[in-house]
């Protein structure tokens, strides 16, 4: 309601407007009358607020002051050299002062960032430029840390964190026969570019061979390939063939030799023509024995030569062997037995058969047989041409697996405790075990006997459990179901047929010989 309104009364019905006109002229404005008074209507005493005194609280009275210790001096420093004095100033300043090159940390000697290094110490902190992390357990014992990466293609190889050297080095890129020789796996699992990992070189280690030349200038022998003995008549020294150039270059050559280190010795016993005398052999044999009573040291002989059974070779190699002189023959390539085979059946003979590895079995033109102790990679092996050092060369045959196995026993002989007694059986007990496929070899049971070991540096190893470094001399069982795995030989695309048409040739050939009353020879 407005100010000038009022609110009616209980008895406003029975008075007449005239009276209540009356009534409000005259009544008091600032009261508002009710006909009957309720204790509710009761005037309320007025309240009033009173607001207490406040008085301020003592304030407490601080305890005293405790005293501040002075801290214990610092232990004075040794004198520094006077020489050094120049340096003190531009310490904090100067970063080539610290020794941080190259993963070099030394905590007390750097900090570049001016913090406490004692944060670092407990947060378990990684330098990745370094190559190794910080752990509370190694802070102590490891006060100095040198570590860096050296890449490969495939993966990374860290060098010891305390200087040392890696224990293997890789080369990258690496030819297949090489990468085949330091993984359990096989090249058919893996894809390229291939990795070579090896920790011996063959340093200290002679090879001599026995082969259709070499061409020693050949840059990739490093200067390590020198002339021997020439034993081919009417032929002067060197490879006119590029079989023995291309064998050498397997043994030790930088790109595609297995021993990067080793002496590489000219031994010419074969013609131009890829054959040569039994006597040219002989005399090879005797010459490399002979150097090797000469110059001490430890030598192996590589012979990628062969011909049918001839006592007098092998009783050379058995002769060699003895004096020391590790003789490491290819099987040949005639898919015989290699009984059949000289100086590849010898009893000094370390005997090496033909591996293809496009699936890792017998390559179809090896022989094999009780005597073949090793397998090596045999097919489309590439090395170096002697026509043209620019362009490396492809071939395929034992004369090709040998090689291999001849660098891999001039990397064990490298070792003090290695001799050429024990080499054999070092190398055989490295093999790959029981993995050469039987799939698609033409007439399987012919194989029985042979033994299955892949050559292996022991480098790249896996740990597969399927590999362990135990022998198994037959190739298969007896009651293996061996005709499943026969395919028929036109579906194979591991061999050059060129090469098997020349062998088949040439073993003909050599067999009207014997049947006409010739003399055999040796061929490549």
Not at 88 to 98: G, H, R
Not at 481 to 506: A, F, G, P
Not at 516 to 524: D, I, L, S
Request: glycine share 10%.
């Amino acid at each position: 309601p407005g100010p000038d309104d009022w609110f009616g009364e209980p008895d406003d019905e029975a008075r007449s407007p005239e009276e209540i006109e009356e009534r409000n002229r005259t009544r008091d404005p600032n009261k508002i009358p009710t006909s009957t008074p309720s204790p509710a209507s009761e005037p309320v005493p007025e309240l009033s607020i009173k607001e207490p005194e406040l008085t301020p609280a003592p304030l407490p009275t601080p305890p005293p002051e405790a005293p501040i210790e002075e801290p214990a001096p610092l232990p004075t420093p040794p004198p520094e050299p006077e020489e050094e004095d120049d340096d003190v100033e531009d310490e904090d300043e100067d970063d080539e002062d610290c020794d941080h090159d190259h993963g070099d940390y030394k905590e007390e000697e750097c900090d570049h960032d001016g913090e406490d290094d004692d944060e670092d110490e407990d947060s378990g902190h990684e330098d990745e430029s370094d190559g190794y992390s910080d752990d509370d357990d190694d802070d102590e014992e490891d006060e100095d840390h040198v570590g860096t990466w050296e890449e490969g293609e495939s993966d990374k190889v860290l060098i010891s964190a305390r200087g040392e050297t890696p224990d293997y080095e890789t080369q990258s890129d690496a030819p297949g026969h090489l990468s085949r020789i330091s993984f359990r796996e096989g090249l058919y699992t893996r894809s390229m570019p291939y990795d070579y990992l090896y920790n011996k070189k063959g340093s200290g280690v002679t090879a001599y061979i026995l082969d259709t030349g070499i061409a020693i200038e050949h840059p990739d022998f490093q200067g390590r390939a020198v002339r021997g003995g020439n034993f081919v008549a009417d032929e002067p020294e060197g490879d006119q063939h590029g079989h023995g150039t291309h064998v050498a270059g397997l043994v030790g050559s930088k790109t595609f030799g297995v021993a990067k280190d080793v002496t590489i010795v000219e031994v010419k016993v074969l013609g131009g023509n890829g054959s040569g005398a039994i006597s040219s052999i002989l005399s090879g044999i005797e010459y490399a024995v002979n150097e090797h009573k000469k110059h001490g040291g430890k030598s192996v002989a590589n012979l990628s030569l062969g011909s049918t059974i001839n006592p007098i070779i092998d009783e050379a190699v058995n002769a060699a062997f003895k004096e020391g002189v590790v003789m490491v023959c290819a099987a040949g390539n005639s898919n015989l037995d290699v009984a059949f085979t000289s100086p590849a059946r010898a009893r000094g003979s370390f005997t090496v058969g033909a591996l293809d590895t496009k699936g890792d079995t017998i390559a179809i033109f090896s022989n094999y047989g009780k005597k073949t102790d090793i397998f090596a990679s045999g097919v489309d092996v590439l090395s170096l041409n002697s026509k043209d050092f620019d362009k490396p060369l492809k071939m395929s045959g034992t004369s090709m697996a040998s090689p291999i196995v001849a660098g891999l026993v001039a990397t064990q002989l490298e070792d003090d405790d290695c001799g050429p007694y024990d080499v054999r059986g070092r190398v055989v007990d490295l093999s790959i075990k029981d993995e050469i496929s039987i799939k698609g070899l033409f007439n399987v049971y012919k194989y029985q006997g042979t033994p299955n070991r892949i050559s292996f540096n022991g480098v790249g190893d896996s740990g597969s459990s399927k590999n362990k470094l135990t022998i198994q001399e037959p190739m298969f069982e007896q009651d293996q179901d061996l005709l499943k795995y026969v395919q028929d030989i036109n579906e194979i695309d591991v061999i050059d047929r060129e090469l098997w048409e020349l062998s088949e040739k040439r073993y003909q050939e050599r067999e009207q010989q014997i049947a006409g009353g010739g003399v055999p020879g040796v061929a490549v």
